[in-house]
């Protein structure tokens, strides 16, 4: 190396020393925030809750099918915030991405503040930017965003308070809790062990206070289920009976869950890897309150084995994902670990795993896998670039995915049809012809009945996956006789006497005036007599 090279480079790096930490966080910010514009998109999923909104924001109430009050919408905060923003707005869709970044930006600032190393800030933003799954659903108009800040803000919170909590604190973390649960309710069973902590350990009020401070911040949640059960009949979204209502062997739902960690961990393995190198940290070197974060980042694991993971690829673990991330970089700062050959090689490593989960990833994914990356199906027809291509042209991006399924809907609503059951009614489709006909999948969405019934094995077994495979999410339900001609017509045409009951008390549920006595009778036999009751015909 000639000495005019080395001078050169000294010179650079006496330039890169001067720079201030405060100028590399923003341009890490910046860096963070540029990609994740770039990269927005809107699952199908969320366009059953902005079915919802749009019904609202046309007059008909915050309802799935016209005339029915039904919930579909696993996320009542979201629901509400998108549906509060798009009546300012009047633009679904481009609110929904606008909550996505905002939301995402919020909570990776938040990880990034309190970070003094210019090459851990670094290194922070490559991780995060690496990780498929945590970019892919930082918008896609599903809760995971909202997930990502109030995780963030509780941890942001709690990891670094000092002494003891005083009663409004104590009201402030509940209320954190609570706007979790209203978030999606599995969030619990991460919350709940350092919550539980810090209000038997950490409380610096009476044990009356104390139960007074948890009731009062939980009185979102508290309120939420009283409106579901007063207005859509059932304290829970239709999704979750739908999933508790079928009768599988434990063991069929780890091998789906086992195969949904396998899979993230061939196509996404940065997601997976940062959270159990966050587990190895706080287990070993944490104290009692990020013991016990740890507890609750086991029991969601677990909690996702259970359920037989999921059937996005890195949507349950996005949320765990940001959260090891603020603990490992809280500890790295607090420990003042600076050493940059580690870093700098750490962050060599980073990028490998990254580039060999983008090499693994077709050949699990494709052919069809029980899991999809329903980022790279969905970002040519609802990318934030073709949303507002299709607000310029008037030409409907979205719909051009299921142009193959319109024409059957089409038919039926020349045909007369008040509504009906398709085999697949994926939510871009109903948002557009919601309005015209009742319509809901077998996998009954936002089927109030057949939640109800048993499960049609024929027709969930899925053909692309292979012999006898099945879909997580995606099993049909049994139609008992006279129900599509039912929903034809719009009438009780069901021909079994007890399921032809059940959905008469259904109707009055759903249909009936709301503040009556004969409806508030039916709720509560729906809830408790025919909680298990399986339909017939």
């Known amino acids: 190396m000639s000495l005019k090279q080395e001078i050169?480079?000294?010179?650079l790096t006496n330039k890169a020393r001067s720079v201030k930490p405060s100028t590399v966080k923003a341009i890490c910010f910046v860096i963070f925030?540029?990609?994740?514009?770039?990269?927005?998109?809107?699952?199908?999923?969320?366009?059953h809750a902005f079915v919802m909104t749009k019904n609202f924001m046309n007059g008909y109430g915050l309802v799935y099918n016209i005339g029915e009050r039904v919930n579909a919408a696993?996320?009542?905060?979201?629901l509400l915030l998108v549906t509060a923003l798009s009546c300012l707005t009047r633009h679904i869709e481009l609110t929904a991405i606008a909550i996505g970044v905002v939301n995402s930006m919020?909570?990776?600032?938040?990880?990034?503040?309190?970070?003094?190393?210019?090459?851990?800030?670094?290194?922070?933003?490559?991780?995060?930017?690496?990780?498929?799954?945590f970019i892919a659903y930082t918008t896609s108009g599903l809760e995971t965003s909202l997930i990502y800040?109030?995780?963030?803000?509780?941890?942001?919170?709690?990891?670094?308070?000092?002494?003891?909590?005083?009663?409004?604190?104590?009201?402030?973390i509940a209320l954190l809790c609570s706007l979790s649960l209203l978030t999606r309710f599995d969030t619990c069973f991460l919350m709940f062990f350092p919550t539980a902590y810090i209000f038997l350990r950490k409380k610096e009020c009476s044990i009356c206070k104390m139960l007074l401070a948890g009731f009062l911040g939980l009185q979102p949640f508290f309120a939420w289920l009283v409106f579901s059960v007063i207005y859509y009949g059932y304290p829970f979204p239709n999704t979750y009976y739908v999933k508790v209502r079928i009768d599988l062997p434990l063991v069929d739902y780890l091998a789906k869950g086992f195969n949904y960690f396998k899979v993230n961990l061939l196509c996404d393995p940065v997601t997976l890897i940062i959270i159990l190198i966050a587990l190895g940290v706080i287990i070993c070197k944490g104290d009692s309150l990020r013991r016990m974060t740890a507890v609750g980042m086991?029991?969601?694991?677990?909690?996702?084995?259970?359920?037989?993971?999921?059937?996005?690829?890195?949507?349950?673990?996005?949320?765990?994902?940001?959260?090891?991330?603020?603990?490992?970089?809280?500890?790295?700062?607090?420990?003042?670990?600076?050493?940059?050959?580690?870093?700098?090689?750490?962050?060599?490593?980073?990028p490998v795993i990254f580039i060999a989960g983008l090499m693994i990833s077709p050949l699990v994914l494709y052919p069809?896998?029980?899991?999809?990356?329903?980022?790279?199906?969905?970002?040519?027809?609802?990318?934030?670039?073709?949303?507002?291509?299709?607000?310029?042209?008037?030409?409907?991006?979205?719909?051009?995915?299921?142009?193959?399924?319109?024409?059957?809907?089409?038919?039926?609503?020349?045909?007369?049809?008040?509504?009906?059951?398709?085999?697949?009614?994926?939510?871009?489709?109903?948002?557009?012809?919601?309005?015209?006909?009742?319509?809901?999948?077998?996998?009954?969405?936002?089927?109030?009945?057949?939640?109800?019934?048993?499960?049609?094995?024929?027709?969930?077994?899925?053909?692309?996956?292979?012999?006898?495979?099945?879909?997580?999410?995606?099993?049909?339900?049994?139609?008992?006789?006279?129900?599509?001609?039912?929903?034809?017509?719009?009438?009780?045409?069901?021909?079994?006497?007890?399921?032809?009951?059940?959905?008469?008390?259904?109707?009055?549920?759903?249909?009936?005036e709301v503040f009556t006595r004969e409806r508030f009778i039916a709720i509560w036999e729906l809830n408790t007599k025919y909680s298990h009751f399986v339909a017939g015909g």
Request: with cysteine; net charge neutral; hydrophobic share 40%.
């Open 8 to 11: 050169s480079f000294s010179d």
């Open 33 to 47: 925030s540029v990609i994740i514009i770039a990269q927005s998109w809107i699952a199908d999923d969320s366009y």
């Open 74 to 78: 696993t996320c009542p905060l979201m």
């Open 106 to 133: 919020i909570s990776f600032g938040l990880i990034i503040r309190h970070i003094k190393s210019k090459s851990l800030m670094i290194l922070a933003t490559l991780i995060c930017c690496l990780s498929y799954g």
């Open 149 to 172: 800040l109030i995780q963030i803000l509780y941890f942001d919170y709690v990891i670094n308070h000092k002494g003891k909590y005083s009663f409004k604190q104590l009201c402030y």
């Open 298 to 350: 086991i029991m969601k694991l677990v909690y996702i084995l259970r359920i037989g993971g999921d059937f996005m690829l890195g949507r349950h673990l996005a949320g765990l994902f940001i959260v090891s991330v603020y603990l490992i970089f809280d500890y790295a700062e607090s420990r003042k670990l600076y050493d940059k050959k580690k870093l700098a090689i750490v962050g060599g490593i980073i």
């Open 368 to 512: 069809f896998n029980e899991i999809a990356d329903e980022r790279a199906i969905y970002i040519p027809y609802t990318s934030l670039h073709t949303i507002i291509k299709s607000e310029i042209t008037k030409e409907n991006y979205p719909l051009k995915k299921y142009s193959h399924i319109i024409k059957d809907v089409e038919e039926r609503i020349e045909m007369g049809y008040k509504g009906d059951i398709l085999y697949f009614a994926p939510g871009i489709l109903v948002y557009n012809y919601g309005d015209r006909i009742r319509m809901t999948d077998q996998a009954a969405l936002a089927d109030p009945l057949l939640p109800y019934t048993g499960v049609d094995w024929e027709r969930s077994y899925d053909v692309s996956l292979g012999q006898d495979k099945w879909r997580i999410g995606h099993l049909q339900r049994a139609i008992p006789d006279g129900y599509r001609e039912s929903l034809h017509q719009n009438a009780n045409l069901i021909t079994d006497p007890e399921t032809r009951e059940l959905y008469d008390k259904i109707l009055l549920v759903i249909r009936g």
